[in-house]
């Protein structure tokens, strides 16, 4: 018989199970605590809106529109693979 090292340790375990957990509490719209903005609207956190742009994302977004040219998107267009580089 041939015993080998587990792939993880039991501090891993902890550890993804700690983190599976977190993420749980944290609400999948805006990244925060689900407690936060799912409380009480008058009695509970209050939010403020602003908005910017990711400008990474911006030329990714340019980028795919122009290998359309102007048409509309092939039904391939989700099988594209496109990577995004910082220049500079
Ligand atoms: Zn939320």
Not at 36 to 48: I, K, L, M, N, R
Not at 61 to 79: F, H, L, N, T, V
């Amino acid at each position: 018989m041939t015993v080998r090292e587990p792939e993880w340790t039991e501090q891993d375990r902890a550890e993804i199970l700690a983190l599976g957990l977190y993420r749980s509490q944290m609400c999948p719209l805006h990244g925060g605590p689900l407690e936060e903005c799912t409380s009480h609207e008058e009695t509970g956190a209050q939010f403020e809106a602003s908005r910017s742009t990711c400008r990474a994302q911006l030329a990714l977004i340019e980028a795919q529109r122009a290998a359309d040219d102007g048409k509309k998107p092939s039904p391939y267009a989700g099988a594209r693979l496109w990577t995004l580089r910082k220049r500079g």
